[in-house]
């Protein structure tokens, strides 16, 4: 048997060019892949799609046969029926509380006073836009770069981080002061 040679294969030497190169692809990819990314806004819960919206879909609540057929309420078109759903009702009834009190304006007739008070000073109609206005303005002027954002994130909590609350830190504050503070778990 006669030795096999293996011919040594002579290594590629890195060039500065090659080196170029492969910035320049690397890059050109992360830019690429970043613009795919969409930036959807604020805390943008909608879907981007023109299907249904699964939020919109109540159920009903299930179907009945009176005692007496002979008594049977009158139609009302356009007005409520006994099936449709009564989210507000529904809620105030799991929190132990009555659906039938009476209400004043959407407002429960035991706490008209305190809506009174707290609105003393006046309220204002269209508070809703005003705050979202505000609210932008705030995050634009938190941006550095405007609306740019290269990698997508959100900027919600970044802009408002100054604002935010320790409650570890207020509870051991009100606790210091003598104030009866509820039991809360550890830190996580």
């Keep these: 048997m006669t030795p096999c040679k293996l011919s040594a294969i002579p290594a590629r030497k890195s060039t500065k060019g090659t080196a170029m190169r492969a910035l320049v692809l690397a890059s050109f990819a992360v830019i690429s892949l970043s613009a795919c990314g969409g930036q959807s806004g604020l805390h943008d819960l909608s879907s981007g799609t023109d299907g249904p919206d699964e939020f919109s879909v109540l159920p009903t609540a299930p179907l009945f046969i009176p005692q007496n057929l002979s008594v049977l309420p009158q139609p009302t078109p356009g007005g409520t029926n006994p099936t449709d759903p009564n989210p507000k009702g529904d809620a105030i009834a799991a929190l132990g509380g009555r659906p039938s009190a009476a209400f004043a304006g959407g407002i429960p007739s035991g706490d008209a006073a305190l809506v009174a008070y707290a609105a003393r000073n006046g309220t204002a109609a ?63």
């Design 126 to 188: 269209d508070i809703r836009r005003t705050l979202a206005n505000e609210d932008a303005a705030f995050r634009a002027s938190r941006s550095r770069f405007g609306g740019f954002n290269l990698f997508g994130g959100d900027r919600y909590f970044k802009a408002y981080a100054n604002q935010a609350l320790d409650a570890y830190a207020a509870l051991t504050q009100f606790r210091n002061l003598g104030v009866t503070t509820p039991t809360a778990p550890p830190p996580q």
